[in-house]
């Protein structure tokens, strides 16, 4: 079982967050609707779990046949942005690696551990690094980033210190509906930050 | 009597989840809207759950989704609610959902994989969610 996982550049996989939010949100409402897209658009069932996050460290996953996720209920319940935030990612594994596993056909638990112990930690940071990017840049799509910065600074900052956000920051998660982790990452990776 | 257009290849939750998501509500507003528990709704949907044998229950069901008493799809609604409910002998359905759903990526905080026996529990775990 070869899984020829491609090595896509940050950048990449934000034209595909782009070209996504085209398809399937184009009036680009924020906070983006991820629930409703997952749920919608790409007809996911979202299966609200109990005792995932407990017992094996897990706030979501996406099932083989790619037709559910499964998440943590206690984190659905009390965390919605954290939530927003594993569908999400989840739904970046589906477009970028949905082709991979489809082929793979995991249908049985014996194909589940051939597979889990194909993948290599390499393979599978690369998978989880990729959905965590696709992620970020789907609820926190960059021109509505730059367009909520210049609305409230004037000015496209570069490379500044984050003490130049303070006080924006809480507008800026209030809109996005994120982690600050997860904002100050793509203020980051935009340029616009120095962490 | 079960309309079989509307219930070809479809089982109560299946419905159910159809006449939700058709009503332009996601999992979290329709149980917000109506104050029921997510984990519920989401087990009845995906058939891990009967539909709940008091009438009321139902209607009240029936009334969330929008479903117009007396109509068809509420006369439906009944129907496929009562074959839901232990027409299909357990060892059957226990066989039939033993690999219903099986996890392929996971989202952990470490970001770390799962051991073989941590999957084979959660498989486990989520076929009997």
Redesign the interface.
């Known amino acids: 079982m070869s899984l020829s996982i491609p090595r896509l550049s940050y950048k990449t996989i934000g034209q595909i967050a782009d070209k996504f939010l085209d398809g399937y949100h184009p009036k680009i409402s924020l906070p983006v609707p991820i629930e409703e897209i997952a749920e919608q658009k790409l007809k996911i069932k979202i299966v609200p779990t109990a005792k995932l996050k407990e017992n094996y460290d897990i706030d979501g996953f996406l099932t083989s046949d790619l037709a559910a996720i499964f998440l943590d209920l206690d984190i659905y319940l009390k965390y919605e942005n954290r939530t927003r935030f594993t569908i999400a990612h989840e739904v970046g594994h589906l477009i970028l690696h949905g082709d991979i596993f489809k082929k793979l056909n995991i249908n049985s638990i014996e194909k589940l551990n051939t597979l889990s112990d194909k993948l290599t930690d390499e393979e599978y940071g690369w998978i989880e690094y990729q959905a965590y990017s696709f992620a970020s840049q789907v609820l926190v799509p960059t021109r509505q980033l730059f367009g909520e910065i210049k609305g409230k600074l004037g000015r496209i900052p570069t490379n500044e210190m984050p003490e130049v956000f303070s006080p924006i920051a809480q507008d800026l998660l209030q809109v996005f509906q994120v982690s600050g982790e997860v904002l100050l990452r793509r203020l980051q990776k935009e340029g616009i930050l120095k962490l | 009597m079960i309309n079989p257009q509307t219930f070809s290849n479809m089982n109560f939750g299946e419905f159910f ?1 159809q006449k939700r ?1 058709n009503s ?1 509500l ?3 507003t329709f149980c917000e809207r109506f104050g029921l528990d ?2 519920y709704i ?1 087990r009845l ?2 058939g891990n759950l009967n539909p709940p044998k008091d009438r009321d229950k139902l209607s009240s069901l029936a009334q969330a989704l929008n479903i117009r008493e007396e109509s068809t799809d509420w006369v439906n609604f009944f129907d496929q609610a009562y074959l839901a409910k232990g027409e299909i002998p357990q060892d059957i359905l226990e066989d039939k959902k033993s ?1 219903k ?11 770390k ?2 051991s ?1 026996k ?6 486990k ?2 076929n009997n ?1």
Do not use: C, D
């Open positions: 989840r998501v332009g996601t999992l979290r997510p984990a989401s949907e995906t690999s759903y099986l996890p392929l990526l996971f989202r952990t905080a470490r970001g994989k799962l073989k941590k999957l084979q529990e959660l498989i775990l989520i969610a």
